[in-house]
């Protein structure tokens, strides 16, 4: 019987995780567990306007009530829930805490993927996006938020798989082609 994988992309805003992972769901077929779904829920509970500036009271105040790594406590559950050995895709793991857990939950079956790309041009991409659009000024900041105060760069530096995003969306099909090639072993 083949392992259990749980992958998690990880990555800045504007890397292009999001289209890794719809790109993985489609290659794979795997179900995704999105862990900024307790942001959303908790912003339609409090009728709030989806934006950067409630987004991010909305993650601080989770994360100060319920602590570090709620997010990834949440999704955890959600995964068990699931038939024992199904592959599982993760989105928007954030912090090293959030890593640790998982690593704890999962052991050798949870894998990190990084999609990286320069600031300028993930800002770029964030300032086009249709949903949920960035200024310059908002996506910098929420680099600096989630390097500082959620420890992000640890997941990233510790990822099992890098790509680097900064060519056409051909380029990055083709690098998850290879990387889909690889996971599902």
Do not use: H
């Not at 690098?175 to 889909?180: D, F």
Request: charged share 30%; net charge positive.
């Amino acid at each position: 019987m083949s392992k259990r994988k749980i992958v998690a992309v990880v990555g800045l805003p504007g890397s292009g995780k999001t289209e890794a992972i719809n790109y993985l769901i489609k290659k794979l077929g795997w179900p995704k567990v999105y862990l900024g779904n307790a942001t959303f829920e908790e912003m339609a509970r409090r009728k709030m306007a989806i934006n950067e500036k409630n987004e991010r009271l909305i993650r601080e105040e989770l994360r100060k009530k319920y602590g570090p790594a709620c997010y990834a406590l949440r999704a955890i559950k959600k995964i068990k829930k699931l038939k024992s050995r199904q592959n599982v895709l993760v989105e928007s793991l954030y912090s090293w805490g959030e890593y640790l857990e998982f690593k704890k939950a999962f052991g050798n079956d949870f894998f990190t993927v990084a999609i990286c790309a320069p600031p300028r041009l993930r800002y770029a991409r964030l300032d086009k996006r249709k949903i949920r659009p960035l200024t310059l000024l908002e996506a910098r900041s929420r680099d600096y938020c989630q390097i500082v105060n959620l420890s992000q760069a640890g997941p990233i530096a510790m990822a099992d798989y890098t790509i680097i995003n900064d060519g056409s969306w051909r380029d990055l099909n083709k690098k998850l082609e290879a990387l889909s090639k690889v996971v599902k072993k």
